[in-house]
């Protein structure tokens, strides 16, 4: 499988899609988060660091850039809205980063898909309506098969839609 697609209708599902990809999780993992502004790529992040067992919350690192927050694995959230060029965002040495010993997401990642590793889960939403939005998980690597793989068990289980 490397792709799925799921329907979420509430911020609370959208943070259990992220709570499950978070218990999932393991070092070294890879997040690309794709879409418009106010369709739940921070909301998905949260729900990923509490699957994490981060306790403090996820806020948007939209004027910082990047935060790191400790739970069962580091979580780095790194997001490039306010970044316009490749040049800036290829000094912010975002290779530290993906290499390291956490999990990273890049809020926004389509502004640098050059600069980024080939092999990541990407997850593009998309507004269906005001509550409702449309979750595209994509895998690129082996790695990222196997963890879509487990994604789509645990949604089934936990009852989500598919579209």
């Known amino acids: 499988m490397n792709q799925l697609e799921l329907v979420s209708h509430s911020t609370q599902q959208t943070q259990d899609l992220g709570k499950i ?3 999932l999780a393991s070092a070294g993992d890879i997040i690309f988060l794709v879409g418009n502004l106010g369709t739940g790529k921070t909301n998905l992040t949260q729900g990923l660091a509490k699957g994490l ?3 403090e919350n996820a806020l948007s690192p939209s004027f910082v850039l990047a935060r790191e927050m400790y ?3 580091p979580l780095y959230h ?5 970044l316009d060029l490749s ?3 290829e000094e912010l040495g975002l290779e530290d980063y993906f290499y390291g010993s956490g999990v990273t997401v890049v809020e926004w990642a389509d502004k640098a898909n050059e600069l980024l590793p080939p092999e990541n889960l990407q997850i593009e939403i998309a507004y269906l309506d005001d509550d409702t939005r449309k979750l595209t998980l994509s895998a690129w690597g082996i790695r990222y098969e196997e963890l879509l793989n487990e994604i789509a068990q645990r949604v089934k289980d936990a009852g989500f839609n598919s579209h």
Do not use: H, V
Request: proline residues 0%; aromatic residues 6%; negative net charge.
């Open 87 to 89: 040049e800036e965002i």
């Open 71 to 73: 739970g069962r694995l």
């Open 21 to 23: 990809i978070g218990e």
């Open 78 to 82: 790194i997001d490039l809205y306010r």
């Open 53 to 55: 067992d981060i306790t």
